[in-house]
């Protein structure tokens, strides 16, 4: 079936008031930049919707980005027609006939938002139905199963047909709700934390702490690409690569074994507060979660947050393990970060960390530390290495594969 046009629906920001117009500019602008390598689409935006034509662009590449874009509930692809009710039955009937596997059940299901045509949804029903029984012999109605459910939606700007609602990411527009640096490790737990934040509306950009020679190239590779698989949702993002090597030797050095893991955390946390400032960030967003380690206790976490003013995010705080590897295999980082190449977070680690740090010891231990541990930090921001990473790619590689996989998939 050669479609017309693809209708996208937008998810939380159509609840947003006086500033519904400025989110809905943003998630337009949004879907334009994820899908810039399709020069051919144009589009519109309407009331919490917009419409992308796709003038000879291939609907089973475009799709899968869809899909990942946050603030994206569903979207369909869709036949538009005139408010005329011979052309929405002729439509409808080549619609249906066009099904690879052709049903053998179906029901129809009219949504009138236009209240000046002059059928009602129910009328419509009957009199589309009604046509598409008399034109295909082989089709019965089965309103509670039906192997194609045809939708029409009548709006003000036209009339579409469709038979495919496919779910978006959902959230809010990457951007709308402000900037967040990401502690971005090569675990599991991380990456998922940056996907949950991107997908309420934050850009991220992250920050991973390395330890070379100690930890190898590996271990950073790894780390970009986790990264480079965020920004398949983002369509680009900035990783700050800090070298934290004599500060850990420092630590490991200082006599305070049991507290080397609080101490690291809050000197990272100090690190990444400059970077936040520096590039106009206004949380830090880690991938704690609740009594998975000793540093997550709720004490070791209230020791450690005290090191910062700005807000801590933690997305998974409260979620279980399992439920937390679902959603890194959902959206693509767990193969990754199951690799088996230690970060810096994995080095060092006594045999008895605290899990019940005393804050007031710990500040103690850091004002001994004193000049030679903030010379250090300096030293760490400024041997930075910063990386720009783009989706392109990584959507390329996956419009190709829809296309191969599009002779199975044929129901749209």
């Known amino acids: 079936m050669n479609y017309d046009l693809i209708l996208v629906r937008f998810g939380e920001i159509t609840i947003k008031g006086r500033n519904r117009n400025r989110f809905e500019k943003m998630q337009l602008d949004q879907i334009q930049t994820v899908l810039s390598a399709f020069p051919a689409l144009t589009y519109e935006r309407a009331f919490g919707r917009v419409y992308i034509r796709l003038n000879g662009e291939n609907y089973a590449s475009i799709a899968p980005i869809l899909k990942n874009v946050f603030g994206i509930v569903s979207f369909s692809p869709v036949v538009k027609v005139e408010h005329d009710l011979e052309r929405i039955r002729e439509a409808s009937l080549t619609l249906l006939k066009g099904m690879t596997p052709a049903p053998s059940t179906f029901k129809v299901s009219v949504k009138r938002g236009w209240k000046q ?13 009604a046509h598409l029984l008399r034109n295909t012999p082989s089709l019965t109605v089965d309103v509670r199963q039906p192997e194609a459910e045809l939708k029409i939606d009548i709006q003000f700007e036209g009339t579409f047909i469709y038979c495919v609602q496919e779910k978006g990411a959902g959230g809010f527009p990457l951007g709308m709700n402000g900037k967040a640096m990401l502690l971005l490790s090569g675990g599991i737990d991380s990456p998922v934390a940056g996907w949950m934040a991107m997908r309420k509306g934050l850009a991220v950009e992250a920050v991973h702490f390395h330890s070379y020679p100690f930890t190898s190239e590996q271990a950073k590779d790894k780390v970009v690409t986790l990264a480079k698989r965020l920004s398949y949702y983002s369509g680009k993002i900035k990783l700050h690569l800090v070298p934290f090597t004599e500060i ?48 997550q206790t709720l004490v070791s ?21 399992l439920d937390i590897i679902e959603y890194a295999q959902r959206i693509g980082t767990y193969d ?9 977070c994995t ?18 231990v850091e004002e001994k530390l004193g000049e030679a541990l903030s010379r250090l930090i300096d030293e760490a921001v400024k041997g930075m290495e910063v990386v720009v990473l783009s989706n392109k790619a990584e959507q390329q590689a996956a419009s190709a594969k829809s296309e191969e996989a599009e002779a199975e998939d044929e129901w749209f």
């Open 117 to 129: 045509f002059p059928h009602n949804s129910l009328e419509m029903n009957h009199l589309v139905g």
């Open 248 to 295: 850990q030797t420092m630590l490991a050095q200082s006599g305070h074994d049991s507290l080397i893991i609080t101490l690291m955390r809050r000197i990272m946390l100090r690190i990444t507060e400059r970077l936040a400032e520096k590039n106009g960030a206004l949380a830090i967003v880690t991938g704690d979660s609740l009594g998975q380690v000793a540093s």
């Open 347 to 364: 080095l060092f680690v006594p045999k008895s960390p605290a899990i019940h740090p005393n804050l007031s010891v710990v500040e103690q």
């Open 301 to 321: 976490m209230n020791v450690i947050g005290r090191a910062t003013t700005l807000p801590m995010l933690r997305p998974l705080v409260v979620m279980d393990k």
């Open 336 to 344: 990754t970060s199951i690799l088996p190449f230690e970060d810096c």
